[in-house]
């Protein structure tokens, strides 16, 4: 029987650059075939590096903590409740400006592979 339901604890969390990311639900383990989610963590005082995901969405939503979500350079302030929206091709990185983690729900379209979007590249907002 196929499984539909998992709990964030069965994934082991993989260091990136500036945050400890957990893909929950992949293709590969759920049969996600046009999104995945998850949670990251970036630590308190910290700036992860700026990253562009050139072909996939992000959604993400602040579960606690307090930062400030940087788009194509501007900082826009977050907090627990807050949702973000990166589309496809815009600059983004996430800063924890208290000394408390700063911890976020995800969701891409399309899937990505972890980490694979974390060398930044050379693209232009093309709103």
């Known amino acids: 029987m196929k499984k539909y339901t998992i ?3 069965e994934v082991e969390a993989k260091e990136l650059p500036g ?13 996600a075939a046009t999104m995945c989610a998850g949670e ?3 630590p308190g005082n910290a700036h992860a590096p700026v990253h562009v995901h050139a072909d996939a969405e992000e959604i993400l939503y602040v579960i606690s903590g307090r930062g400030r979500m940087y ?5 826009e302030d977050i907090e627990p409740g807050t949702f973000m929206f ?7 990185s996430i800063e924890a400006t208290t000394g ?6 995800y969701v891409f379209s399309p899937p990505v592979k972890q980490g694979s979007y974390d060398k930044k590249q050379e693209v232009h907002d093309v709103r």
Not at 19 to 31: A, F, S
Not at 71 to 75: A, I, L, Q, Y
Not at 100 to 105: M, T
């Open 100 to 105: 408390e983690d700063l911890k976020v729900f």
């Open 40 to 42: 990251a963590v970036f």
């Open 19 to 31: 945050r400890k990311h957990k893909m929950v639900v992949r293709p590969d383990n759920m049969g």
């Open 7 to 9: 709990h964030g604890n």
């Open 86 to 92: 990166a589309p496809a091709g815009v600059e983004h």
């Open 71 to 75: 788009f194509n350079g501007k900082p």
